[in-house]
């Protein structure tokens, strides 16, 4: 098993629809959990981090945490074209290293 | 200016060459990292440095060395190039504190032929 898994893509939403990523971790002593964006051919950057159960809403986005579940999700609302990305889910134990799953690429159709 | 610089950003090498692929940062970060990005594989750790003087093995460390020659550079070897090592590669920074926020630099891409 790996030790972060996402939600096998790609995804595709219309314009304007909710997009769902999720993300389960096989550690449980993890205790951070991040999303990252990567445009093709480009450097992941930070979009949102999670710490505690529960929500965390920045924007259009947001993050939902369930620790027992070992269950991490982003949510898109109101998607737009600039949201076709790739999305990394990562997550950090004690030991201060990030690991990433595969990554889920999304399609935001116009 | 890029807050962390990799060079090179594109090489061509042969089976067996010796490569360098250098990172160096003004964040002023401790910690710093190498990953390695094959399509559909997401990110793997390939080493990692908490300072100077720490350095530690990723998941996938065989094949690949590291010198951390100060706070601000990072560089990682690969001693005796193969094809399967073909992929981008990616130096990131993180500071002391760890918010766990990776600060990732444009990215290496390497072929072996």
């Known amino acids: 098993q790996k030790e972060v898994e996402q939600n096998s893509g790609p995804l595709s939403v219309p314009e304007g629809a909710i997009a769902s990523l999720n993300c389960t971790y096989s550690d449980r002593g993890s205790q951070s959990f991040f999303w990252y964006r990567q445009y093709s051919g480009k450097s992941p950057e930070l979009i949102m981090f999670?710490?505690?159960?529960g929500d965390k809403e920045d924007g259009r986005f947001t993050a939902q945490l369930n620790k027992a579940s070992q269950y991490v999700s982003l949510l898109i609302r109101d998607s737009q074209p600039s949201d076709s990305a790739t999305y990394l889910c990562?997550?950090?134990?004690?030991?201060?290293?990030?690991?990433f799953g595969d990554g889920t690429t999304l399609t935001v159709k116009p | 200016d890029a807050d962390v610089t990799q060079t090179p950003r594109n090489r061509i090498t042969k089976t067996g060459k010796r490569i360098m692929l250098e990172c160096s940062q003004t964040k002023g970060h401790d910690r710093m990292y190498w990953y390695r990005q094959d399509p559909g594989l997401g990110l793997r750790l390939i080493y990692y440095?908490?300072?100077?003087?720490?350095?530690n093995k990723g998941e996938i460390s065989d094949g690949y060395s590291v010198s951390r020659q100060a706070q601000a550079k990072f560089s990682l070897s690969l001693e005796s190039a193969i094809p399967n090592q073909t992929a981008l590669y990616f130096c990131?920074?993180?500071?002391?504190?760890?918010?766990?926020?990776?600060?990732f630099g444009e990215g290496s891409r390497l072929t072996v032929l």
């Open positions: 999670i710490y505690s159960n």
């Open positions: 990131a920074t993180s500071d002391r504190v760890y918010t766990g926020e990776l600060f």
């Open positions: 990562a997550v950090n134990t004690n030991a201060g290293k990030s690991t």
């Open positions: 440095s908490f300072d100077v003087k720490d350095i």
